[in-house]
C-alpha cells in the first residue's frame, strides 16, 4: 500500500487550516492531493495544533494504509481495514471480527459492487432489514458496530463526508428479564445423571465454583496445587469457529484468582490425574499433552463448544429444562444466595471486578425462595386477617 504524507496549509480567504495529503493512487498510477479541512483557526498562533492534527491524520491513514482511491468498493475496504486493525486488538476479538465481516457482511453488499463512497443510510438500513429476519436485534448491533467503525476509518481518510451508519436508528436491543438457572433441586439431579459423562468434572467445576467455560478449559495441572490445597485461575481456552485460542490471560484482573480446593475436588482431581496416567502409558506414541486437566482419552483438549452442545444434549436426554452452560454460574451464585451468603462474598467467590454486576445478574430469587417469604409474612401478617 501506498505512503501517505502531508502538510498542514492555510488557504486564501478561508479561516481555518487545511490539511493537504500527497500520496500515489494505485488504481492510476496518479498522484493525489485531497485537501482536508480542519476547526483549527489559523488566526491565534495555531500552527502547532494544526500539526499535531496532521499528525493524527497520517498516523490513521499509514495504520490502515487502505486504498485510498474513492472508487475502492465497499467489501475491499472493510476486509482491508480488518487486517490493519489486527495488530491492535486481541487474537479472540479479531476472529470474532473476521466472522462476522466475512460470513455475514461481505456476502450481503457483495453483490452490489458498492463503493465506500456510494454508501447511503438506505443500504444500512436495507442491511438491518434483511438480517433481522434471521438473527436477533442485538447480533444486528453487533454487525453495525463493525460496519460503523470501519466508515469512521473512510470519514477520517476523507473517501467520504460523513458516516452514514451514524444516520439510521439502531435496532433496539432485547433484554432477557428471565434469568435461567438452576434451584438447589436441579443442581442435586444435573449432578446426578452427569456422573460417568466425559464432561462430568467440567459441569462439576462450573456448578461449584460458577467458573466460566474459558477458564474450566484453561485449567492446566501446573495451576493445581494439592500440598495447599488450591488452584489457579490464570490461563484460557476460548474457541471462535474452528480455531481455537490458548491464552495466559483471563477476562479481567479480578478473574485471575486462586481459589480453594475442598476434598470433594481433590477426590475429583486425582482420580482424573490417575486415569489420564493410564491413558498416556496406553498410547505412549499418540497421546497428546499439553497439560490440560480436562481432555479426552487422547489427551487431547475438550473443545468449548463441543461442551455446550453436549451439555444440551445431556440435560434434553434426562427430561430437564435446558438451559445454556453459562448459566451454571448464574445457578452458583443463586445457589449461593440461597444458602445464605452475602452479595459480597458472592462477587468474592464468582470474582466479580465489581460488586455492581453481581448485584444487577445475581439478584433474582427462585419460586421456593419466594414461597419460603411468603410463609414467613403469612405468619406474621395472620393476626391482621
Known sequence: MTEVKGIVQAKKGRPNYYIVLYYIDETTGQPKRPWIPTDIPVAGNNKRKANEKLKEVLEEHNRNKVDLSKNVLFTVFIKEWLEFMKPSIDIVTYDDYKLKIYNQIVPFFEPKQLRVRDITPLHIQQYINHKLKSVSPNTVRKHLWNISKCLDSAV??????????????????????????????????????????????????????????????????????????????????????????????????????????????????????????????????????????????????????????????????????????????????????????????????????????????????????KRNIADTLNERFRKFS
Open 156 to 369: 477520517k481518510q476523507n473517501l467520504i463526508a460523513f458516516n452514514p451508519v451514524k444516520a439510521i436508528e439502531m435496532p433496539k436491543p432485547i433484554k432477557s428479564n428471565r434469568a435461567q438457572f438452576y434451584n438447589e433441586r436441579q443442581i442435586d439431579e444435573l449432578l446426578s445423571v452427569i456422573k460417568g459423562d466425559s464432561i462430568e468434572g467440567i459441569v462439576l467445576f462450573a456448578t461449584f465454583y460458577g467458573m466460566r467455560r474459558s477458564e474450566i478449559c484453561g485449567l492446566k495441572w501446573n495451576a493445581i496445587d494439592f500440598e495447599n490445597k488450591s488452584f489457579q485461575i490464570k490461563h484460557t481456552v476460548v474457541q471462535m469457529g474452528t480455531a481455537m485460542h490458548k491464552k495466559d490471560s483471563t477476562k479481567n484482573d479480578s478473574s485471575n484468582s486462586s481459589m480453594p480446593m475442598p476434598d470433594i475436588i481433590i477426590d475429583m482431581l486425582k482420580k482424573l490425574k490417575s486415569r489420564q496416567a493410564q491413558n498416556r502409558l496406553l498410547q505412549p506414541n499418540d497421546y497428546i499433552d499439553e497439560g490440560y486437566v480436562f481432555v479426552r482419552d487422547t489427551g487431547q483438549l475438550i473443545p468449548p463448544n463441543y461442551i455446550t452442545k453436549h451439555f444440551k444434549k445431556v440435560l434434553a436426554r434426562n427430561n430437564m429444562p435446558v438451559i445454556n452452560f453459562h448459566d451454571l454460574r448464574h445457578s452458583s451464585a443463586s445457589y449461593l444466595h440461597y444458602l445464605g451468603f452475602s452479595m459480597k462474598d458472592i462477587q468474592t467467590w464468582l470474582r466479580h471486578g465489581d460488586i455492581g454486576t453481581t448485584m444487577n445478574i445475581y439478584t433474582h430469587i427462585d419460586m421456593s425462595a
